[in-house]
């Protein structure tokens, strides 16, 4: 039997305390400005090593992309992650993030599957 919604309401409102919008607004505008940040000094790197502008443009994203790779493979740009919410999530870092993940997960559930992660009796 399913709840009514006046008492759905109720049952979520306890179980989802109220996030501090104000301070999650800051955390996104912060780290997500980080990230633009170091996209721009990597291209500012690109260029004084004298590489051609398209391969400029081409060398940003799959170094920004790499970065957020490695540091979800770490477990560190999970963490970022929590404290930042969508300032992770929009700029390319989310999709390094969105590929690597499930990645992660699949590794650890094969080796649950094939029993390489329980000791032996």
């Excluded at 104000?22 to 790197?45: H, P, R, S």
């Amino acid at each position: 039997m399913l709840p009514d919604k006046k008492k759905y309401s109720e049952m979520t409102k306890k179980a989802s305390p109220p996030s501090p919008k104000l301070k999650d607004f800051v955390w996104a505008y912060i780290v997500g400005g980080a990230i633009c940040v170091i996209g721009q000094l990597l291209t500012e790197l690109y260029t004084v090593l004298d590489l051609s502008e398209k391969v400029v443009k081409m060398a940003v994203p799959v170094s920004i992309i790499f970065i957020a790779a490695i540091l979800t493979g770490i477990g560190v740009f999970d963490k970022i992650a929590r404290r930042a919410g969508a300032g992770t999530l929009v700029p390319i870092t989310g999709f390094a993030n969105a590929v690597v993940s499930p990645a992660i997960e699949f590794k650890n559930d094969e080796r649950d599957i094939i029993g390489l992660s329980r000791k032996a009796p």
